[in-house]
């Protein structure tokens, strides 16, 4: 059974930083695309970054303080977050979708991953 779990999320001041993390189960990491995407209270979700083979993807909201890292052998996606603020502030999910079906290119909105984790809360405040 296909899952993916997120860690690290938690509370943190203006200027922080923080690490995520999406661990991948029941399933060959190297066979995905992974995306990152956050959704606020009563706004829509949004995708913060994605990784594919070779390449990594940044919307401007986050580009220059957002990182985003794979290891295939741990099956685990890294979402490293600098320089946070209060509108950093979401449950951010990881979600997966397979170069096979959908080709080389990572998931970059909500409509096109197959797989999602549960979430987990950022909150970015004083």
């Known amino acids: 059974q296909l899952q993916l779990v997120e860690s690290g999320g938690g509370l943190v001041q203006p200027g922080g930083s923080l690490r995520l993390s999406c661990a991948a189960s029941?399933?060959?990491?190297?066979?995905?695309?992974i995306g990152w995407f956050r959704q606020a209270p009563g706004k829509e979700r949004e995708g913060v970054s994605c990784i594919s083979i070779r390449s990594s993807y940044y919307p401007e909201s986050v580009k220059g303080r957002f990182t985003i890292s794979r290891d295939n052998a741990k099956k685990t996606v890294d979402l490293q977050m600098n320089n946070l603020k209060p509108e950093d502030t979401a449950v951010y999910y990881c979600?997966?979708?397979?170069?096979?079906?959908?080709?080389?290119?990572?998931?970059?909105?909500?409509?096109?991953?197959?797989?999602w984790g549960q979430g987990t809360q950022v909150t970015v405040s004083s």
């Open positions: 979600a997966a979708r397979s170069f096979v079906r959908h080709g080389s290119s990572c998931p970059k909105y909500p409509n096109e991953p197959e797989y």
């Open positions: 029941g399933f060959t990491l190297d066979d995905y695309a």
